[in-house]
């Protein structure tokens, strides 16, 4: 009796000490995972750590993202002391996260001793057997590191030239057979914890409330997190080590000591990684239905869904034979977060049949570009600010409310960018319609829907029992975790970059017949992708030969993609749905954007390997500070970089030349166009233009009238970024900032206009030319998509943009990235203004005296 009250102290001992909370309510998920957890990666508050039952190990391809980021001068490729610097900043870095990876081991360990003493008990909280399963190997794996721990931090800090670890790490590698026995284990030590979580209050408390304890330097730093989530960390801790093996053979010289060492202990690594997936793949995503039957997951992810005419964020599971539709449940804190089903169809009996006509289409809600864009631009100057007050002493505060409201902000762009259709039909006449940003990201949802439909399908009708097994399944099998934005990535991730990619599309090989023939580009922006450029149709070949080049935009873009198409002419494959042509996706395929090796002055030739194809096509970046600037040109002859005065006095025009021929261009052939001015055109063909304008080549109405109608807006957007300074000049700059921000219409309009009064005769009519040439673009918007807010996008930073002054030059606090945040907006409701005003004469203008004649 006596030892049953002992352990029963023991039990309620644990339990105060891990000041458990189990009364509030509300949707915050556990507590580990309310923003950041112990070992850095950041998550959405209602992510589990343990992606599934059955653990997939990934096979590391590089060591990406595991060492930190090396100061300057101490960049790979160097001498052999950087090298070795650099191989101590890694072990350094891999020692903290080992000293994580120890205090997680111990919080696991923590509640054995108090378990094991009720064991032998009257009313034991578990039996012997399920603390054995459940803690299996914990204590040895413990050991293991804290032998290797304890062995490498006295190396680290007593660090020079000869110090060797690599005999540390082949030892660690040797002993992987316990984390062998412990993955063999895992799936049902995991099943036995929640079947006793469900039996045994007291034991439910501790499993989703234990407490890690923080690095050594950092004061009174616990996390909570649940005993599912720390029994994952094994699972990844290997994974991890192998990367790090990568990292220190990188920066250790062939002749040190360590290399065969390090060498060695990779293989081990790499061989042990390799046999555990061979084992478990089959099984990783597997759901056992009630009969008995095997079901897979084959791909998930978020999706927004059309739902009785709003927009909805859903988590869509493909599985082998039906396609799920979930949403995430409220819970309670503490409790595990569950999905709740929304729809399901059997494979067998879904369709991608186009609606008739005789059918409703939802109506979708679209936002105007600009509100997108302004969203993007308030994104952009959260993470100024975010960067600003992590420097500051007492910022972090600060820091976490600034990241909710940027968490905020990117969730409500991922939910209203997407515009591209996905619709999905039951045979029995339900249909459903998602809304995606990329085309590839449709074709890659419909061909792994296509594929599994090879097979002989029968169709499920699942029992709500059934359903809600599946359903609860999906929590542990889904492989996509976050969504996609970039509040939930680590702080050491790649921001991505920000400024323009130049990219020529060369040639495409491995067509098996002739096609009309031609590529799109997309680049991800703000956690989703957006189709950027599009070569012009190649017809009639089996190699295309393009040689197109374009200059894309990217706003903290990673990855480029290419899609490859044939172009379908026959007018009965029109999509009644969106009122395009079916065009068919021959391939597609997608390459990083190393920051590295794009970032060099010199061209980068790569290959993207899609389906038998191959797209040869060469790339590269110039930051956003760069392209800011205004770079006036030394030479007098020509239009491109000469002031705007000189052209027209030359010309004895009021416009110039350019600018009237390019309009008179798209307006003849353009106006219909969608995204004019929007979509990149091909920048060969824009520089040949601007050479013929430059020259002044006879030939130019002939060039003008066999161009593709985006390379001559594209040529006229060209002019006015290369002034020497802005159309609307530097000196009224400020004026016009200030002018835009008065809150009372009358005085409002009187600066506005009295400011476009002070402009210089070339500069006004060539802006009121223009001005009126938008607003006949903006009358086709049904047509070519393009608004009055969507041309102001465009044009107002080109227009208004500042060159670079002296005293610019000297001000570090205002830095090209911070003026492009704040003052783009600014820049394009100065243009909106003049947009939506009624017509602007310039004699009007220059007549009339009510408005006040002050200086600015």
């Known amino acids: 009796m006596a030892f049953f009250f002992e352990a029963a102290c023991a039990i309620r001992s644990f339990l105060s000490t891990n000041n458990f909370n189990y009364n509030t309510d509300g949707y915050e998920g556990d507590a580990a995972e309310d923003g950041k957890s112990q070992d850095g990666s950041e998550t959405l508050p209602y992510i589990d750590e343990s992606p599934t039952m059955s653990p997939q190990l990934p096979t590391p391809q590089g060591p990406d993202g595991v060492s930190p980021t090396p100061p300057e001068g101490l960049l790979p490729g160097g001498d052999i002391e950087k090298g070795l610097e650099m191989k101590k900043l890694v072990l350094s870095g891999f020692l903290a996260s080992e000293e994580i990876y120890i205090n997680q081991l111990e919080a696991l360990m923590l509640p054995m001793r108090p378990l094991k003493a ?88 501790i ?129 595990h977060q569950q999905y709740e089903c929304k729809w399901y169809i059997p494979l067998a009996d879904l369709t991608f049949q186009t609606l008739d006509e005789s059918d409703s289409c939802p109506s979708i809600q679209v936002l105007p570009e600009y509100e997108i864009e302004e969203m993007k631009i308030k994104i952009s100057v959260l993470k100024s600010e975010i960067q600003k007050e992590k420097k500051a002493p007492k910022g972090q505060s600060r820091v976490e409310r600034l990241r909710k409201k940027m968490n905020e902000q990117e969730s409500w762009l991922l939910l209203h960018s997407p515009t591209i259709p996905f619709k999905i039909h039951n045979k029995h006449g339900k249909s459903y319609l998602f809304l995606l940003s990329s085309d590839y990201e449709r074709s890659e949802w419909r061909e792994s829907i296509q594929k599994l439909q090879k097979k002989d399908l029968q169709v499920c009708v699942l029992s709500s029992v059934e359903l809600q097994v599946l359903t609860s399944s999906c929590f542990k099998l889904r492989t996509v975790h976050n969504i996609p934005v970039t ?106 954007l190393d920051p590295q090796t794009v970032q060099s002055k010199n061209w980068h030739m790569d290959v993207i390997e899609m389906n038998g194809i191959k797209v040869e096509f060469s790339m590269k970046f110039t930051s956003r500070d760069l392209s800011l600037k205004r770079t006036p040109s030394k030479k007098q002859s020509g239009v491109f970089g000469v002031k705007i005065n000189v052209v027209t006095k030359r010309e004895r025009s009021k416009v110039p030349y350019i600018v009237r021929q390019c309009i008179e261009e798209v307006e003849k052939r353009g106006i219909d166009e969608v995204g004019i001015y929007r979509i990149s055109g091909v920048a060969t063909d824009i520089q040949a233009l601007k050479l013929a304008f430059d020259t002044n080549t006879k030939d130019i109405l002939v060039m003008l009238s066999d161009m593709d109608i985006n390379a001559i807006a594209g040529t006229l957007k060209l002019y006015f970024r290369e002034l020497p300074e802005p159309l609307l000049t530097d000196r009224l700059y400020p004026a016009f900032m200030e002018g835009i921000v008065l809150s009372d219409p009358a005085a409002k309009e009187n600066c506005m206009m009295h400011l476009l009064r002070s402009l210089p005769d070339p500069n006004l009519m060539t802006f009121l030319t223009l001005l009126e040439h938008l607003k006949r673009v903006a009358e086709k918007e049904p047509i070519n998509k393009m608004s009055l807010h969507n041309l102001a996008t465009v044009f107002g930073p080109t227009l208004l943009r500042p060159s670079e002054t002296d005293n610019a030059k000297g001000q570090h606090i205002t830095t090209a990235s911070d003026i492009w945040s704040h003052d783009v907006m600014a820049q394009v409701q100065v243009l909106l203004y003049y947009l939506q005003h009624p017509p602007i004469s310039f004699a009007e203008l220059k007549r009339n005296t009510l408005y006040f004649s002050t200086d600015v």
């Open 118 to 205: 009720t064991a032998t008990t009257s009313q034991p909280v578990l039996t012997i057997q399920q603390i054995e399963t459940i803690f299996y190997k914990i204590q040895d794996i413990f050991a293991i590191h804290k032998e290797f721990y304890d062995d490498l931090l006295p190396n680290i800090q007593h660090w020079d030239e000869k110090v060797t670890v690599g005999h540390l790490f082949q030892k660690l590698a040797s002993q992987l057979g316990v984390y062998k026995a412990f993955v063999d284990n895992y799936k049902v030590a995991l099943e036995t914890a929640e079947k006793c979580s469900h039996a045994n209050i007291q034991f439910q408390k």
């Open 207 to 335: 499993s989703e409330n234990l407490k890690v304890k923080g690095p050594k330097d950092a004061k009174d730093c616990t996390t909570t997190i649940s005993m599912e989530a720390l029994l994952y960390k094994p699972i990844d801790r290997v994974t991890r080590s192998t990367l790090v093996l990568h990292d220190l053979l990188k920066h250790t010289p062939k002749d040190h000591p360590d290399f065969p060492l390090l060498q060695d202990a990779l293989r081990i690594s790499q061989n042990f990684l390799s046999s555990i997936n061979e084992e478990i793949d089959p099984r990783r995503t597997a759901v056992t239905t009630p009969k008995g039957e095997a079901r897979q997951l084959v791909k998930d992810g978020f999706l927004v869904e059309v739902s009785e005419s709003s927009r909805k964020l859903r988590h869509v599971f493909l599985f082998t034979d039906l396609l799920l539709c979930a949403k995430m449940k409220k819970t309670s804190v503490g409790r």
């Open 487 to 592: 509040s939930n990535k680590d702080d050491e991730e790649t921001p991505g970059l920000y400024g323009f990619l130049h990219v020529i599309v060369h040639s495409a090989k491995g067509f098996k017949e002739s096609a009309n023939l031609y590529c799109t580009l997309e680049v991800d922006s703000y956690g989703y992708f957006v189709s950027k450029a599009k070569t012009r149709v190649f017809r009639d070949t089996s190699e295309p030969q393009w040689n197109e080049e374009f200059e894309i935009e990217l706003e903290g873009s990673q990855y480029l993609r290419i899609l490859c198409y044939e172009k379908c002419y026959d007018k009965s494959m029109l999509n009644k749905d969106d009122n395009e042509i079916v065009d068919k996706i021959m391939g597609k395929g997608q390459v990083q």
